[in-house]
Each structure stands twice: as structure tokens, then as C-alpha cells.
């Protein structure tokens, strides 16, 4: 089944894939937050990864099929009831191993050497006020896919005020459970079983930073993802993104090195196809409203466990990109007052 | 001393506030008042540790209380003629500074006062149990450390920090392996008058045998006096052939480098000493073979004990608290649990890497320094000739000793 898996992929693209995996009736990926680490992690679990043959996906039924075939436009809404029981399980079995900082989510607990400076850096940054011993005080930030608050957890010690969605309610319950022994951390940060955009209404500009690690890669519909993001971010809020690029190097490293040979990253976690490079991100982030402050390149060595900073952005990166304060007024000009204009103009073509 | 300069090392930090820190003393709250005269137990204060007292604000009380900076070190071998004298150019930083051990207490309990409201202690507290937790989280157990005191109450911490002394509970109790030996010897303490100086006094640390220890305690003032004075003096292990080899070497050496010899000070003559000021405790060497634990982390004499002869007992001490005060910190700043076993680890690492060279050569200084044999003596009377007679070799060491 793996060589199986591994000579697809080398078909080429993703959509030559999935047409012969749909002939093999196996499930694809669709819509999937991050259930799982995304990147080698410490130690591989055979069993696990066995049980891992197929992607994770939210959505395993026809509709979502259906409108993956039909192209990548609509986006596949995840509801519980849909929700494959199998899948469901595999998770399951993962749930409870969040905070084993030895265990599969090895990569994710080191990461946060990178990703906390990161956004606490930035953040005092642009606003500067610092109150000793909690740098984030008074910050409201969400955590899209949280799992099991690996992130959430340090934000929430450093004062902000923390929450917490992700789709899988096991994941949410480990968060609950690990949070709850610390009373401090149990006020600041409260979880929720949700997508972003159950949530896009009631929490319209309601954060000042909004966190997306290791989520875009898995999200069907990158541009209403964007769009949700910024819906909740209060003007001139910052956006963080860490997700991997879409180049032969990630490919080779994160898929095939990760999945096939080392077996350090569950099969089928990633799909390359929904990778995205630096430069569609942030393309997708300025037709949305952000300008993009800064795009920094990470690398994880797996020997040593732990992450840094590089300039090349060729396997994994991080994005901060700041909500315009006020969006221009644009009123779409028609040809005949675009004429007009140039007309009564003194004779400068543009 | 090393226990309540971390609590209010943590107490000072920046990152830290807003966490809640106990300091938990077995004896009573002791009233530190700076008594007419010099108390015996002192301890030899270095630069990097002045820098950690300073830093917490207790420097400023010590000097306006009492202590005596010194500039130079010299080291007499009582077989030979051979010595070493270590001192900074120009004799203007101070290498070192002599401070009684009531003083730091009471500097460093009176700078715990200033930050009350983030530090508390509590006297009269002994721990009778710990409870550790598990290494990862799981749903039945509780993941902090559950401290019962002897009263019966109940603490629960994220990080506990050792810092009960050579005997450690802590240690013993988290399981830590220890590699330790006694020296068969005892240090026999006292305060010094010395002749030159009517007002000045200076301290006393006799390393010796443990009967020879007990029968100086035993003799009256006066004849204390003397058996320290013939053993500045006396030239009875002196051998022929060893002064012969040190002179001819010595000279050598002057052809080499002819800077390489500095002014000799004689051996200073004791006039009086202290009334009731003699003790003696007995003397070993301590190592943990790890500092940490999760959620557990020793300092002090707890993770490591010295001899006495090199006055680095409580600088490593000190060290230990400057340099988990500053992990502790950063940790806390990148928002990492405190009782996490990454930054603890590093921590480790890092004073041990510096502890165990530091406890290596004051084992083998005073294995050498034990013994009359010929060979021994004519090694060290040429070693310490030879260091003496290279600037650079001498400087090195300093540097190492005031980490």
C-alpha cells in the first residue's frame, strides 16, 4: 500500500492522483485542520502509521468528492455529522498524545522555539506596551487549529488572552484537560470545537492577532480562509502563518522523505498539491486586505529535534502580515468616466 | 545562603513577575544583627559572584556592613620553598572578597523584604515528602510536584528548586545518584589576630586530620596560637634534595623569564585568636550526577560539595543561581512551563560543564597537597614554580576561579 502511495504521488500532479486513487476507492483529502503533525516528528509509530493509510479527511462522503472534482472553487464545510467515524478514531488514538513533547508531536512542541518569539516579538513590535513578566497582556488572539493547545499554552503564560478552535473535539478535550491543572492558564485561555468561519460573525474584529500554524496546508479554500482571518481581526491586527512551501525540495523532504522513508510523518498527511508558496500567500493576503510584513524561512533538523531560522523559504515558513487599518474607498470606474478622465487630463498617457 | 539568594534572584527578575516563589526555611527566622566581633564561618566572595549579589541590590548592604575586598593570593608549600602568588596588574581589581557568612544573610534576607509581595517565606518548615509527578501529561495525575510539610500542609509547585545543603533531602528523594567520599579530614576554623594589624582580623580554615582537628580544638588559646605559628614557620619536612631541585629549577626558571618571580611575602605570625571562635566540621567531596529532574532542580551544595582549600564552595553555589535564574528567565519570557525539563536540562549542562573541571582540580590540589612523599613534593615544589613563572597560565586560572 505504500509503494502503492509512493508511486502515485510519482504520477506527477495531485489530480492525476487522486483520479487513480478514486479508482482504488481510496479516500482523499479534503478539507482536514490539522489533525496531525505536519513535519517529522520524534518517534515513528508503526502502528499508527499503519492505520494512517489514509488521509485524513472531515468530509467522506459524496458532496465533498463531488465539488473536489468539480475543482477546487467551493469550499467543503466540515460538520460533525459528516465526519468519518474512522477517521475520527485515528485521531483518537493521537488525541492523547499531544503533550508527549517526546512523542509524535516532537516537531510541533519544538517549534514553538520559533513560533512564540515570533509572534511575541512582532506583536511588541508594533505596539510596544510591555507589562513585566506577561509581554502579552491585554492581547486577544485566536488560535486556528490549536489541537491540543501546544501553541495556545505559551501564548496564554505570556498573558494573552487565548482561544483556541479546532474542529476535532478530542483534540479540544486534551486542551481542556491539560490547561485546567493550572488555574492562571485556565482563565486565559478558553477552547472551542469549531472552524474559523463558524465564528467569523459574532467575533467580527474582535482580535488583535490571529494564528495560523501549520493550518493552510490542509485548509480546501485558502482564499475564504484568508477572508474569514481577516474578518476577525481587528484593523491593523497581525496574521501569523507557519505552512510549507510548494517546491520539488518540500516535496522530497516533507512527503516523501518524511511519509515513505523515514515514516516519521503519518502517510497522506500532506498533500502537495495544497501547499502553498510564499509568493501565492502572499498574493492571497493582499487581495484580502493584509500587507505582508515579513516572510522568514525555517528549517527542522531531525537529529537534533529543534528548529531555526533560514533565509530560504524552499520547505517550511512563517508570514506575519498586518490587516490594513482602513480599506480605500474603490469605487469601480466604467470605461466611459475612465475616457473622461483621461480626456480632460493634460494630454499624459498613463 | 545559596537558597535565599535564588529566591531573591527570582524575585528581582524582570520575566518572573507576577510568579508566585516560596522559599521554605527548616530553622527560624533569625534576626541578623552584625555582632562586635568577626564570626567564624566566612567565605570567600569572587567577582562573578559580587556581580549576582549586586545584581539583587544585597552588594550594597555587605559593604555598608562588613567585608574586606583582597587583592592578592599567595600559596606556601610546606615541604619546599616553592609558592605561587596570584594577583591582578597593578594590584587594582580586587580578586576576591572575604565576607563573613551572617553578613550575606542578613544582606539577602533584608533585599527578600523588598520583594514581599512575590516572594514569600516561610520558617519552621520542613518537608517531610515529595510527590513527583509524571514526566507527561495524563489524565488522572496531577503534573506538579505535591510538597507535605512537617505541619501537615499541603504545596504543590511547578518547579522545585533544591538548595537543603550537602545532605540534601530533595537529592535523596528524587533518587539522584551521588558520587561522594570523605576526606578523613575536618576543617578546623577560627578568627585570627594577626601581629602587624591590632584591629584587623583574618580567618582561619585548617584542613588536617580528624584527631589532629580534635586536639587543636582541645588545646587552650595560647597554645593554639603556637601550633599555628610553628606550622607557618617550621621547616622540619623540609628535605635537602627537594630544596636543592626547587632552588636549581627556580633558577631556571629566572633565566626564562625573568619577570616570572613577584616580591615573596612572608607568612604572617598569629598573635591572638578569637575567643570562642574555634570550630570544625568535617570535610568531602559531593556530585551529583544530575542537577535535574522534571520539575526538580538542585543548587548549591545539594549538587555538589568542595574542600575548602580553594574558597570556591559558595562561588559555585552562587554561580549555579545566577545561571538557572537566567534559564528560568528566558523560559519564562517564551512562555515555556518552568518545571519544563528542556531549559533545566540546559541548566545542567552548563554548570556542570563548568563544576566538575573546578571539582576535579581542587581534589587533585588537596590529594597533592596531602602528602610528605618525595616524589609528591618534588611535583608540586616544580609545578608550582613552573605556574608561578608563567603570567598567562596564572591569569587563566584566575579567570577560571572568578566565574
Same mark, same amino acid.
Given at each position: 500500500?505504500?509503494?502503492r ?6 504520477l506527477g ?12 476507492h481510496?479516500?482523499?483529502?479534503c478539507?482536514s ?5 505536519c513535519?517529522?516528528s520524534?518517534?515513528?509509530?508503526q ?6 493509510q ?25 460538520s460533525?455529522?459528516?465526519?468519518d467515524?474512522?477517521e475520527?478514531k485515528?485521531?483518537?488514538s ?24 515570533f ?9 510596544g506596551?510591555?507589562k ?8 486577544k488572539?485566536l488560535?486556528?487549529?490549536c489541537?491540543?493547545?501546544?501553541l ?6 505570556l ?10 473535539e478530542?483534540?479540544?478535550? %486534551?486542551?481542556e ?18 472552524l474559523?468561519?463558524?465564528?467569523t460573525?459574532?467575533?467580527?474584529? %474582535?482580535?488583535?492577532a490571529?494564528v ?9 479554500d ?6 474569514s ?7 491593523g ?10 517546491t ?8 516523501v522523505v518524511?511519509e515513505?522513508?523515514l515514516?516519521?510523518v503519518p ?9 502553498v ?13 493584509f500587507?505582508v510584513?515579513?516572510?522568514?524561512g525555517?528549517?527542522?533538523?531531525p537529529?537534533?529535534g529543534?528548529w ?5 523559504t ?5 508570514v506575519?502580515?498586518v490587516?490594513?487599518k482602513?480599506?480605500?474607498e ?6 466611459e468616466?475612465h ?9 499624459t498617457?498613463v | 545562603?545559596v ?16 510568579k508566585?516563589?516560596l ?7 533569625k534576626?541578623f544583627?552584625?555582632p562586635e566581633?568577626y ?7 569572587n567577582p ?6 549586586s545584581?539583587?541590590?544585597?552588594w550594597d548592604?555587605i559593604l ?6 583582597f ?7 610546606a615541604?619546599?620553598d616553592?609558592m ?6 597593578n594590584?587594582e ?7 563573613e557568612?551572617?553578613?550575606?544573610m ?5 533585599q ?9 517565606v516561610?520558617?519552621?518548615s520542613?518537608a517531610v ?5 509524571l ?6 495525575s ?9 505541619s501537615?500542609q499541603?504545596?504543590q ?11 540534601s ?7 539522584m545518584?551521588?558520587?561522594q ?5 575536618s576543617?578546623?576554623v ?6 602587624e594589624?591590632?584591629?584587623?582580623a583574618?580567618?582561619l580554615?585548617w584542613?588536617t586530620?580528624?584527631q589532629?582537628a580534635t ?10 596560637v603556637d ?10 619536612n ?18 626564562l623569564?625573568?619577570?616570572?618571580t613577584?616580591?615573596?611575602?612572608l607568612?604572617p605570625?598569629v598573635?591572638?585568636v578569637?575567643p570562642k ?5 568535617p570535610?568531602g ?12 532542580a538542585l ?5 555538589h560539595?568542595?574542600h575548602?582549600?580553594a ?5 559555585l ?5 545566577a ?9 519564562a519570557?517564551d ?6 525539563t528542556?531549559?533545566l536540562?540546559?541548566?545542567?549542562t552548563?554548570?556542570q560543564?563548568?563544576n566538575?573541571p573546578?571539582m576535579?582540580?581542587?581534589d587533585?590540589?588537596?590529594?597533592l597537597?596531602?602528602?610528605?612523599m618525595?616524589p ?7 609545578g608550582?614554580q613552573a605556574?608561578?613563572a608563567v ?13
Amino acid at each position: 500500500m505504500e509503494v502503492r502511495r509512493f508511486f502515485m504521488r510519482r504520477l506527477g500532479s495531485g489530480t492525476t492522483f487522486r483520479r487513480v486513487a478514486r479508482a482504488l476507492h481510496m479516500p482523499t483529502m479534503c478539507v482536514s485542520v490539522r489533525p496531525l503533525s505536519c513535519f517529522p516528528s520524534g518517534t515513528p509509530d508503526q502502528t499508527v502509521a499503519k492505520k494512517q493509510q489514509h488521509a485524513p479527511c472531515l468530509m467522506a462522503n459524496l458532496t465533498c468528492k463531488k465539488n473536489f472534482w468539480q475543482g477546487r472553487a467551493n469550499m467543503c464545510t466540515a460538520s460533525h455529522t459528516t465526519l468519518d467515524p474512522s477517521e475520527m478514531k485515528k485521531f483518537q488514538s493521537l488525541a492523547n498524545r499531544w503533550w508527549n513533547e517526546q512523542g509524535e508531536f516532537a516537531a510541533l512542541h519544538s517549534m514553538n522555539d520559533l513560533r512564540v518569539p515570533f509572534i511575541r516579538d512582532n506583536l511588541l513590535n508594533r505596539n510596544g506596551r510591555r507589562k513585566p513578566g506577561s509581554p502579552l497582556s491585554g492581547y486577544k488572539i485566536l488560535d486556528v487549529g490549536c489541537g491540543g493547545g501546544l501553541l495556545s499554552e505559551p501564548l496564554g503564560r505570556l498573558g494573552g488572552l487565548v482561544t483556541g478552535i479546532d474542529p476535532l473535539e478530542d483534540s479540544i478535550r %486534551t486542551a481542556e484537560l491539560h490547561k485546567s491543572f493550572d488555574p492562571v492558564l485556565n482563565n486565559q485561555i478558553h477552547y472551542r470545537s469549531c472552524l474559523l468561519e463558524d465564528i467569523t460573525e459574532e467575533a467580527a474584529e %474582535t482580535f488583535d492577532a490571529v494564528v495560523a500554524s501549520e493550518v493552510v496546508e490542509h485548509v480546501n479554500d485558502l482564499e475564504t480562509f484568508i477572508s474569514s482571518c481577516y474578518e476577525v481581526l481587528k484593523p491593523g491586527a497581525s496574521l501569523f502563518i507557519t505552512t510549507i512551501n510548494k517546491t520539488n525540495l518540500s516535496f522530497s523532504l516533507a512527503i516523501v522523505v518524511a511519509e515513505s522513508f523515514l515514516k516519521i510523518v503519518p502517510s497522506g498527511t500532506h498533500d502537495w498539491d495544497k501547499f502553498v508558496s510564499p509568493v501565492d500567500l502572499e498574493r492571497i493576503l493582499e487581495s484580502n486586505g493584509f500587507y505582508v510584513e515579513s516572510i522568514n524561512g525555517m528549517c527542522y533538523n531531525p537529529l537534533s529535534g529543534s528548529w531555526s531560522w533560514i533565509e530560504s523559504t524552499a520547505v517550511n515558513y512563517a508570514v506575519h502580515a498586518v490587516k490594513q487599518k482602513a480599506q480605500p474607498e474603490f469605487t469601480e470606474t466604467t470605461a466611459e468616466e475612465h475616457q473622461d478622465q483621461t480626456r480632460t487630463s493634460t494630454g499624459t498617457s498613463v | 545562603m545559596v537558597g535565599t539568594a535564588m529566591a531573591c534572584s527570582l524575585g528581582f527578575d524582570p520575566n518572573l513577575q507576577g510568579k508566585k516563589i516560596l522559599l521554605l526555611e527548616a530553622g527560624n527566622k533569625k534576626e541578623f544583627e552584625v555582632p562586635e566581633s568577626y564570626s567564624t564561618r566566612v567565605s570567600s566572595i569572587n567577582p562573578g559572584s559580587a556581580t549576582l549579589l549586586s545584581g539583587i541590590g544585597a552588594w550594597d548592604h555587605i559593604l555598608n556592613m562588613r567585608c574586606k575586598p583582597f587583592n592578592r593570593m599567595q600559596v606556601w608549600d610546606a615541604c619546599s620553598d616553592a609558592m605561587i602568588t596570584f594577583d591582578k596588574e597593578n594590584l587594582e581589581d580586587e580578586m576576591g572578597y572575604v565576607v563573613e557568612n551572617d553578613v550575606v544573610m542578613a544582606a539577602l534576607t533584608k533585599q527578600l523584604e523588598a520583594v514581599s509581595d512575590q516572594v514569600k517565606v516561610q520558617y519552621r518548615s520542613r518537608a517531610v515528602r515529595y510527590t513527583w509527578p509524571l514526566p507527561y501529561q495524563t489524565a488522572e495525575s496531577n503534573p506538579w510536584v505535591q510538597v507535605e510539610l512537617a505541619s501537615g500542609q499541603q504545596l504543590q509547585t511547578k518547579l522545585l528548586i533544591g538548595a537543603d545543603g550537602p545532605n540534601s533531602t530533595v537529592r535523596k528523594a528524587a533518587g539522584m545518584q551521588t558520587v561522594q567520599w570523605n576526606y578523613e579530614q575536618s576543617a578546623v576554623v577560627a578568627v585570627l589576630h594577626l601581629s602587624e594589624l591590632s584591629d584587623s582580623a583574618s580567618s582561619l580554615v585548617w584542613s588536617t586530620t580528624h584527631q589532629h582537628a580534635t586536639d587543636l580544638l582541645a588545646l587552650d588559646d595560647e597554645s593554639f596560637v603556637d601550633a599555628i605559628n610553628s606550622a607557618f614557620w617550621s621547616n622540619e619536612n623540609h628535605s635537602e634534595l627537594i630544596h636543592t631541585a626547587g632552588t636549581v629549577f627556580r633558577s631556571a626558571l629566572s633565566l626564562l623569564m625573568p619577570s616570572g618571580t613577584s616580591p615573596r611575602q612572608l607568612p604572617p605570625s598569629v598573635s591572638r585568636v578569637g575567643p570562642k571562635s574555634k570550630a570544625m566540621f568535617p570535610l568531602g567531596l559531593g556530585h551529583a550526577s544530575e542537577y535535574i529532574r522534571h520539575r526538580v532542580a538542585l543548587i548549591g551544595d545539594a549538587a555538589h560539595r568542595v574542600h575548602p582549600l580553594a574558597g570556591q564552595g559558595v562561588n559555585l553555589g552562587f554561580g549555579d543561581v545566577a545561571c538557572l535564574t537566567r534559564h528560568l528567565s528566558q523560559a519564562a519570557f517564551d512562555g515555556r512551563d518552568l518545571g519544563a525539563t528542556r531549559h533545566l536540562l540546559e541548566y545542567e549542562t552548563e554548570r556542570q560543564r563548568h563544576n566538575l573541571p573546578m571539582m576535579a582540580a581542587i581534589d587533585i590540589l588537596k590529594r597533592l597537597y596531602s602528602t610528605k612523599m618525595a616524589p609528591f613534593v618534588l611535583l608540586r615544589t616544580l609545578g608550582l614554580q613552573a605556574t608561578s613563572a608563567v603570567p598567562p597560565l596564572k591569569e587563566q586560572i584566575m579567570a577560571f576561579a572568578s566565574k
